[in-house]
């Protein structure tokens, strides 16, 4: 009779799993609260428990580990919920939530991340290409419309326009006194933009 298969996964692999997966982890908020330019790996390997030798060895660079960081950074399905009728409404009401975090509370923030790496002539076109595949893309795949992509590329853009304008810039007319009739303009725009005309066109 053969023997059964081990599937025991060996120590050493699975210590490497979960090395890896700190250094990630301390990666993604160092990113997301500092920025790619303004973080060095040695930080991101302290946090982590580990040698900044070992950070290179599991990714390589410092631009390859943010690279993985921006890889999961952008999830469709962290916004897009429901029927692409109704996603402009209850996208604008996702926007409308609490966006800063408790400083203690140490978590991820997509929207920070993408707006620190903005600047950066590293850090800018890795996150765009990034959001391109991981949002826009998977959002012009739910549009049945003309243009999909185009259409998606627009909602994406008011997506991140609302985030720097209420959460960093703190625009007035944004507050959480007048978001309610902010929710519904942005809801209308974005709505427009998934499954409107085209303007111009009979």
């Known amino acids: 009779m053969a023997k059964p ?13 979960e090395t890896r997966g700190r250094i990630l982890q301390a990666a993604k908020l160092h990113f997301s609260r500092q920025g790619y330019d303004h973080v060095g790996v040695r930080e991101i390997a302290g946090d982590a428990g580990v040698n900044a030798a070992l950070v290179n060895r599991y990714f390589g660079s410092k631009e390859e580990l943010f690279a993985e960081v921006a890889a999961s950074a ?35 923030d997509p929207f920070q991340f993408l707006l620190l790496s903005a600047l950066s002539p590293v850090a800018a076109p890795i996150v765009a290409r990034h959001l391109h595949a991981n949002f826009v893309v998977a959002l012009a795949d739910r549009i049945e419309a003309a243009n999909a992509e185009l259409r998606a590329t627009l909602v994406t853009s ?26 519904r303009f942005l809801g209308a725009s974005i709505q427009s933009c998934l499954t409107g005309p085209i303007p111009g066109r009979a």
């Open 158 to 183: 008011y997506i991140i326009g609302f985030a720097l304008s209420r959460v960093v810039l703190k625009l007035p007319g944004l507050g959480d006194e007048d978001i309610e009739k902010a929710v």
């Open 5 to 17: 298969a081990n599937t025991t996964i060996p120590m050493h692999q699975r210590d490497a799993g």
């Open 74 to 108: 952008f999830d469709i399905n962290d916004i897009a919920q429901g029927p692409i009728n109704g996603w402009g409404e209850h996208t604008a009401r996702f926007l409308a939530g609490p966006f800063n975090r408790d400083a203690e509370v140490l978590q991820f």
